[in-house]
């Protein structure tokens, strides 16, 4: 008998060619996820869950599959994975990394040139018919070739995103823990967390959710930008203080937003609507067909290898493997 594995959203046609050889699979083909009851109800009789950033897998969840031996996320992202209730578990969990890293960053300059030179709010000002005439001043926006590029979290992302800088001739600075491995190569500088805020002309932040960075950008911190500065979020929503941000932008505290990323995505906080010069997205940073073939094809070696008896491409917590279950 083949072990049972859940696939919780409509997955491309190549990962189910890939893993119906190996596995029974149970394939949620909606578009709607399931509700958390039902999710524990599939999932109780499985050997391995596919799910996505937008699963919550909680020590509830592992708790009611006694059989569960692995969880392959088709993300890099893993804050939606309780890490150590699997640890306690001894369930593997792997992520995705690699295969995103310049769809995601081209993503990033996205948002980052259009909320810098206004696009989304004077193409919603055109297509409301308000355009009369050419004004010299009409939507005067930032520079960015030139500017200064900060980074908040300069991993594998962050250096590619520091790496498009070095066309647009800008100075990029970064806040990390440590140096960042590579960064002296693209010219970066390694500031501190208040310098990164006071001296970026375009933040982008790029560093993981976890309780340390709930709300990492709130009040104090938009107040310490400059009125001229615009903030980009393409990494999980929670890490910015979303009312605080609209407030920002509401007070021309700063002068633009590019968020791809929500706290309670996929609902909204109504005053982000509301704010001026704000290019929303609905995650889709990774957004690419070949990004997102490449992260699925990658959760579905990493289940194929574990089930193979071979070691997975890209564990989170590999340690699980040597330890008695
Ligand atoms: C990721 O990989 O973490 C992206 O946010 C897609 O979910």
């Not at 500017?147 to 990029?172: D, E, K, N, Q, Y």
Request: hydrophobic share 45%.
């Amino acid at each position: 008998m083949k072990p049972k594995l859940l696939i919780t959203r409509k997955v491309f046609p190549e990962v189910i060619e890939a893993l119906s050889g190996c596995f029974e699979i149970d394939h949620n083909i909606n578009d709607d996820a399931w509700t958390p009851e039902e999710l524990r109800r599939r999932a109780s009789v499985c050997r391995a869950l596919y799910v996505v950033a937008s699963d919550r897998v909680d020590a509830a969840l592992l708790e009611a599959c006694p059989e569960l031996v692995m969880i392959a996320t088709g993300s890099v992202g893993y804050n939606h994975i309780d890490l150590d209730a699997c640890n306690a578990r001894g369930v593997l969990v792997t992520n995705t990394p690699d295969v995103l890293t310049e769809a995601t960053a081209d993503m990033a300059w996205t948002l980052l040139m259009a909320a810098a030179r206004r696009v989304s709010e004077s193409e919603r000002w055109l297509r409301a018919g308000q355009w009369g005439r050419w004004a010299w001043d009409q939507f005067l926006g930032a520079d960015v070739h030139g500017s200064t590029l900060g980074i908040l979290g300069m991993g594998r992302i962050g250096s590619a995103i520091a790496r498009r800088g070095m066309g647009f001739s800008m100075r990029v600075i970064y806040c990390n823990r440590s140096e960042a491995p590579g960064a002296a190569a693209l010219g970066a500088a390694r500031v501190g967390f208040d310098d990164l805020l006071a001296q970026a002309d375009h933040l982008v932040l790029v560093l993981p959710y976890s309780t340390a960075t709930h709300h990492i950008i709130g009040e104090r911190e938009l107040g310490l930008m400059k009125p001229t500065a615009s903030l980009i979020n393409i990494a999980r929503g929670g890490i910015v203080d979303d009312a605080a941000l609209a407030a920002a932008l509401r007070g021309h505290r700063i002068a633009a937003a590019g968020l791809d990323v929500y706290e309670n995505e996929p609902a909204l906080n109504p005053s982000l609507l509301e704010a001026p010069n704000i290019v929303l997205t609905p995650h889709i940073g990774s957004a690419t067909r070949s990004s997102r073939l490449g992260m699925a094809m990658l959760a579905a070696r990493n289940l194929l290898a574990v089930e193979a008896g071979e070691p997975p491409v890209t564990p989170l917590n590999a340690a699980v493997l040597k330890a008695p279950r």
